[in-house]
Nanobody, 130 residues
Framework: QRHLVDSGGGLVQPGGSLRLSCRSS????????VSWFRQAPGKEREGIGC???????SYVDSVNGRFTISRANAENTAYLQMNNLKPEDTGVYYC????????????????????????WGKGSLVTVSA
């Protein structure tokens, strides 16, 4: 059964750091671009960043410079490193994967739209509070 397993959420103080993990099960994550989304309480889900098969990254302005997405294909895992966390970063974080197996898709990823993703994690709760 193919799915994503995300983990690593928790409670952290403002200014602190957390790292979320996203591991594929039943399929090779190396052929997929990985995107991260979050949903704050009472708000719609928003995309915050992505990483292509080649490792190229893109981020929304609100997290650029604080969050870093990486991947370890040998482990079928992607990561979201979050530094200098703020209370407004509180929410449920989801990873998603989209098949990008074509040679011309090597550098492609997107996070602005959640439609078209092939797999989703169940979400990890991140709470930033003093």
């Amino acid at each position: 059964q193919r799915h994503l397993v995300d983990s690593g959420g928790g409670l952290v103080q403002p200014g602190g750091s957390l790292r979320l993990s996203c591991r594929s099960s039943g399929f090779n994550l190396a052929y997929h671009a990985v995107s991260w989304f979050r949903q704050a309480p009472g708000k719609e889900r928003e995309g915050i960043g992505c990483i292509s098969r080649s490792g190229r990254q893109s981020y929304v302005d609100s997290v650029n410079g604080r969050f870093t997405i990486s991947r370890a294909n040998a482990e079928n895992t992607a990561y979201l490193q979050m530094n200098n966390l703020k209370p407004e970063d509180t929410g449920v974080y989801y990873c998603a994967a989209r098949l990008r197996e074509g040679f011309n898709e090597l550098h492609l990823c997107d996070y602005k739209y959640d439609a078209g993703m092939d797999y989703w994690g169940k979400g990890s709760l991140v709470t930033v509070s003093a």
